[in-house]
């Protein structure tokens, strides 16, 4: 074993003993940067932040919990910042919404196929969902 003097030396130097585990948590900050930012965990795959494939490293995540060989203690942490495992579900619910909010509204679902609903293409959305039904 490694004499706790030395040891105390590289640590003192900044040696990482668990590389991997230092890797994720490095990630894992840029993601907290991100969410800070943008009020959002739902990072586009091809981002970058400060550098880093954020965007890859994320939906790697997902896939890794999708395969269930994500380690708890990550996943835990990253629900907990407000990852969004299902992105199309999630997504389907968020347009959902989007509707309800306009026949509140309107007092009919009968949106125009060209019409925004807080930014969000709520016609094409709503089409699309009609065209699956055929």
Same mark, same amino acid.
């Given at each position: ?9 590289? @640590?003192?130097?900044? +040696?990482?003993?668990?590389v991997?585990?230092? &890797?994720?948590e490095?990630m894992?900050?840029?993601?907290v940067?991100?969410?800070?930012r943008?009020?959002?965990?739902n990072v586009? !795959?091809s981002?970058? @932040?400060?550098?880093?494939? =954020? ?8 896939k890794l919990?999708?395969?269930?060989t994500l380690d708890?203690?990550y996943?835990k942490?990253l629900?907990?910042?407000?990852? +969004?495992w299902?992105?199309l579900?999630n997504?389907? @619910?968020?347009m959902?919404a =989007?509707l309800? &909010?306009?026949?509140? !509204?309107?007092?009919t679902?009968n949106?125009?196929? =060209? ?5 969000l293409?709520?016609?094409?959305? =709503?089409?699309a &969902?009609?065209?699956?039904?055929k």
């Amino acid at each position: 074993t490694l004499d706790h003097k030395y040891q105390k030396q590289l @640590e003192e130097l900044g +040696v990482v003993w668990n590389v991997l585990e230092n &890797q994720w948590e490095e990630m894992f900050a840029l993601l907290v940067q991100f969410q800070e930012r943008e009020g959002t965990c739902n990072v586009p !795959r091809s981002h970058k @932040e400060d550098g880093s494939n =954020l965007g890859t490293w994320l939906d790697l995540q997902r896939k890794l919990k999708k395969k269930k060989t994500l380690d708890h203690k990550y996943q835990k942490k990253l629900e907990e910042l407000g990852v +969004v495992w299902y992105l199309l579900e999630n997504q389907w @619910e968020e347009m959902f919404a =989007l509707l309800v &909010q306009f026949q509140q !509204r309107e007092g009919t679902c009968n949106v125009p196929a =060209l019409h925004k609903e807080d930014g969000l293409n709520l016609g094409e959305w =709503l089409n699309a &969902q009609r065209q699956l039904k055929k």
